[in-house]
């Protein structure tokens, strides 16, 4: 499991595009406050069928020019047609965007893989290959507790490798909060002839509801321990977020001493539950 030592330790925090003039600038201030840390990028993502397609442009391209830290579109191939992708492909190589996070992504409400010219994340890091050769460094999606649609963890595995084998530099996973499942996950990659970094993604605790409701949907577990604690403390926010705190930091000491080649935080467009946990782990200090 160590062999992904070898990879220089990187830290990187998530964002998605907002609705509204207020929430955008939220978001840059927040932006603005974590590249103050200087993370090795920001990543923007990208709505069912390409539903946040202008506002995802917006955000990666008025972030990376607002902080100066590298900022990566997510494209999905789902609701896109060849054509529109390279388009998109070109847009981005024009405004100095370099790194490109390539997901299959989300089917909206009646629509089926059939109606779409790309079906799955390997041909779209196929054809960002073929058009834009090695001017994109892309990362894939990976999955510790397996792909929520895929039949079983052997086919998950071969999908991924089928990621890496089509270009893929390194993968960002769902987030998780068990490092075995992690460290069991590279493991099978790396028996697979699998060596590109596999990033761990890191979700901060900090509302029980909402965090159990979209855990079910993606297929991210909460160990039992952990969830029956977030129940004890009912409506009590700041005993959820303390307690949330302590155990993503543990988890994320131990995935750093196990050989994770580094984290990248879903901050929700917030700074504080990263930070605090970037600052218990003095992050800052081992760059």
Not at 109 to 136: C, K, T
Not at 140 to 148: D, S
Request: net charge negative; charged share 25%.
């Amino acid at each position: 499991m160590n062999t992904q030592n070898r990879f220089s330790k990187r830290y990187s925090f998530e964002f998605f595009p907002t609705k509204t003039e207020a929430g955008a600038e939220k978001l840059l201030a927040t932006a603005q406050q974590l590249a103050r840390y200087e993370p090795d990028f920001f990543s923007v993502t990208y709505g069912a069928g390409g539903s946040t397609r202008d506002r995802t442009i917006d955000a990666v391209i008025g972030t990376q020019t607002a902080t100066g830290v590298p900022t990566a579109p997510h494209l999905s191939c789902v609701g896109d047609n060849k054509q529109e992708i390279i388009e998109l492909l070109d847009h981005y190589k024009a405004n100095n965007i370099n790194r490109i996070v390539a997901l299959r992504g989300d089917l909206p409400s009646g629509m089926g893989l059939s109606s779409s010219e790309l079906r799955y994340a390997n041909e779209l890091v196929s054809l960002i290959r073929e058009h834009s050769g090695d001017h994109f460094e892309i990362e894939v999606a990976a999955y510790p507790e397996m792909h929520p649609q895929a039949a079983n963890f052997k086919q998950d595995l071969l999908n991924f490798k089928r990621k890496v084998e089509a270009g893929a530099d390194a993968a960002i996973t769902q987030y998780f909060f068990s490092a075995d499942s992690y460290f069991h996950f590279v493991d099978r990659c790396e028996s697979l002839g699998i060596n590109i970094p596999i990033m761990p993604g890191i979700m901060p605790i900090t509302n029980y509801s909402k965090l159990s409701r979209f855990s079910e949907s993606c297929g991210a577990e909460i160990p039992r321990w952990v969830r029956k604690q977030l129940e004890a403390y009912g409506d009590d926010i700041d005993s959820i977020q303390r307690f949330g705190e302590e155990v993503v930091t543990r988890m994320c000491e131990r995935l750093l001493q196990g050989g994770a080649p580094g984290l990248h935080f879903y901050t929700l467009n917030q700074a504080a539950p990263s930070l605090a946990i970037w600052e218990n782990l003095k992050l800052g200090e081992r760059r």
